[in-house]
């Protein structure tokens, strides 16, 4: 038997009662039973026990979105060579990690995958199609009716129901993709709010993926009746506050770029039903707000610091009211989850890096990069190590390229310059090219001084072969060469990287499908066991349970 659909206008749930359970468990039969869930199970299962008896007691899932191995390669050369080194030689932070391994990306229907299917493989151990959430391949993408009976616990969820607090932190918007997986089940990654919904899915009951943030508690609780430890998310930083507000200009916040903010039609002010059910959380829409919170009296944070998403790195000085980096909304999170004593499991994307790739700039995606880096060595700093399970991995990869035979320490941004030599190579077109490129996209663009990626879908596709003698091409306005003409360049399907630190890091190794992340943070912290200790009320030695 599979899940219920319980919806309304205000939440989407599945009925805990509706689960087929064998024994005390929280995770439904049919996620259970999943090929892909028990592949992985029976791979972990393989594995030596990991070294000590330590377990998790935090575990914070670090995802690079679009970081794939050409990207962590070119931003590590890029960050040694702003220290003044030659940057081969360079490592970022997750580099010195102990345990390394690879995922398959693709997706259930999709041999190059997007965030959507990839990350809900990452929360729930099973992969699914491309563009839907927190479903399994059951589905059909739009249509809201197949959602039922196919929703998939994330591991969110179980720290959720554990005790544990939870933080969810995007510098896209946080009902983007890769977020949004962590807590909603939606027929459609592009139904953020309810003005983006077909009205036949609206009148069967689904519910957007805004809303489902708001009603994270609720859902839960509505889930798992029986639950005693669910208290709603901590902390929520991003960008999105559209999906949040109702279409209405005396909705707009202080720092609103466009003239209505909200995208809502249904009237509803989600920030303001947020700050009724956590009077006493803090939400935060700029710089100001955010560096005023103190995260020892703090219980909850909601910010926003954008209508979309957030600024590029490179662009961020230029936000109106001032935007809090990666690194500054990681360790503020961090300060907040640590106030309880049962730990806690938090989310970080860098969701620019992707945007920047698709953009065509390598300068933004490799800044975004390093400051992810900088995210997780602050991170490693800041948290007790014997405790704290650290994963950082990517969603997918991009059709990004490190090419030619540039000569050891030529600038990363640079022109193929060869061995033996102070002028750049030529092609066969008797033309310089660049170290970095994309197989498709818009191609080139020169920006000269620009540090906002998205400005170069203002202007013409020029993919194909440009003069580039007379260009900068290490200037933040540079867009490199493409091959093939696109309106925007696309992801690519070859594995990436998944890196490993902390208690259970260890079974961080070889190539796997995506969906074992679920399993190692899973194993690693005993999730699912504390859940279902918190859901049924039991005592571990009663079932023999360490």
């Known amino acids: 038997m599979k899940t219920t659909l319980l919806a309304s ?79 081969e030689e360079n490592n970022l932070s997750f580099d010195m990690f102990p345990f390394t391994g690879f995922a398959k990306t693709y997706n259930v229907d999709a041999q190059t995958p997007d965030s959507a299917g990839t990350m809900t493989a990452m929360m729930s151990g099973v992969k699914t199609d491309v563009g839907v959430i927190g479903v399994d391949e059951d589905i059909i993408r739009g249509d809201c009716s197949t959602i039922s009976g196919n929703e ?95 279409k209405d200009p005396s909705f707009n916040s202080p720092d609103a770029r466009s003239s209505t903010e909200g995208d809502r039609t249904d009237g509803r002010d989600l920030i303001a039903e947020w700050q009724s059910m956590y009077p006493q959380g803090s939400y935060v829409f700029d710089q100001a707000g955010f560096d005023a919170i103190d995260p020892s009296s703090t219980e909850k944070i909601f910010g926003l610091f954008n209508e979309s998403h957030m600024q590029y790195e490179a662009d961020r000085l230029n936000d109106i009211a001032g935007e809090p980096s990666l690194s500054e909304m990681t360790i503020k999170a961090i300060d907040v989850l640590d106030n309880n004593r049962k730990g806690y499991f938090m989310v970080v994307e860098s969701g620019r890096i992707d945007h920047a790739h698709h953009a065509g700039s390598a300068y933004n995606a490799l800044t975004e990069t390093i400051e992810f880096a900088k995210a997780v060595k602050e991170t490693i700093e800041n948290v007790d190590m014997d405790d704290t399970l650290i994963i950082v991995t990517a969603d997918h990869s991009h059709v990004f390229t490190i090419a030619g035979y540039p000569k050891r320490g030529n600038p990363i941004l ?86 490993g630190k902390g208690p259970g890091a260890s079974l961080v190794g070889g190539t796997n499908e995506q969906s074992v992340v679920f399993h190692i943070m899973n194993r690693a912290a005993r999730l699912d066991k504390k859940a279902a200790r918190s859901v049924y009320r039991y005592k571990p030695w009663e079932r023999g349970e360490d």
């Not at 259970?32 to 575990?59: E, H, I, Q």
Request: hydrophobic share 40%; with cysteine; glycine share 10%.
């Open 152 to 246: 998939l616990v994330t591991a969110l969820e179980l720290a959720e129901l554990s005790g544990k607090s939870t933080g969810i932190i995007s510098t896209a918007r946080i009902t983007h993709a890769t977020p949004a997986a962590a807590y909603a089940k939606s027929a459609d990654r592009n139904w953020e709010d309810i003005s983006d919904m077909p009205s036949e899915a609206v009148g069967l009951g689904c519910v957007d993926i805004a809303s489902q943030l708001i009603g994270f508690e609720a859902n839960l609780k509505n889930s798992y009746p029986t639950a005693k430890r669910i208290n709603g998310l901590e902390v929520v930083m991003g960008g999105g506050r559209r999906h949040f507000l109702p």
């Open 414 to 499: 640079g022109k193929v310059v060869g061995v033996g030599s102070d002028e750049p190579a030529l092609a066969a077109d008797d033309m310089p090219y660049t170290t970095l490129g994309y197989t498709n996209g818009r191609g080139f663009q020169n920006l000269v001084g620009e540090t906002n990626a998205d400005a170069a879908y203002s202007q013409t596709i020029a993919a194909g072969r440009t003069d580039l003698t007379h260009v900068d091409t290490e200037n933040s306005g540079f867009h490199q060469e493409a091959l093939i003409p696109l309106s925007s360049e696309t992801h690519a399907g070859e594995d990436i990287a998944i890196y």
């Open 9 to 87: 206008s205000v939440m989407l749930a599945f009925s805990v009662n509706a689960f087929a359970f064998d024994g005390y468990k929280v995770i439904p039969e049919h996620q259970l039973n999943n090929p892909y869930y028990t592949d992985a199970v029976s791979k972990l299962d393989a594995k030596p026990r990991f070294a000590g008896k330590k377990r998790a007691k935090n575990v914070i899932l670090f995802v690079g979105d679009g970081m794939g191995v050409s990207t962590v390669t070119a931003a590590r050369i890029l960050e040694g060579q702003l220290k003044g080194m030659m940057g």
